[in-house]
């Protein structure tokens, strides 16, 4: 049985899998970044709880990341249509089936990476903010 920090990301992996771009997690960066551009779901860290007594609870706010990036002649207008899915996608239901509180993305901070013999690369680290109690820390 998964727990619930792990039915969470599963579901932020589907929900992101339902966009254009490739959607990985945990993966290394391939050597080709598909057309479409790239998604890559880090598990992140879950932070120090808040906790609550009767009943005993856990309540985490925990920084889940996605790398994003897209290579190509069109590096801005990608990454930005990009980054606007991941918004939109995540809007659309901020709980995530129920699973979580509120899930948020913070805005990304992009970097233009070079690579040599091809266009350069445009990438970001999106973090997203996962809101959700449980009854045990490693439960």
Known sequence: MPTPRETILAALHARLSALPATVLR?????ERVPAEGLLIL?????????????????????????????????????????????????AGDRTLGGLCDWAEAEAPRPADLPVEGAASLKAAVIPVILHYTTADPLA
Not at 26 to 30: A, C, K, N, R, S
Not at 44 to 66: D, F, K, N
């Open 26 to 30: 945990g993966d290394v960066l391939p």
């Open 42 to 90: 880090r598990d992140g860290e879950p932070g120090e709880p808040e906790v609550t007594l009767s009943p005993l609870a856990y309540h985490y706010q925990h920084r889940a990341e996605i790398e994003a990036v897209v290579q190509g002649s069109d590096r801005d207008g990608d990454f930005d249509a990009l980054c606007a899915s991941i918004g939109t996608a995540l």
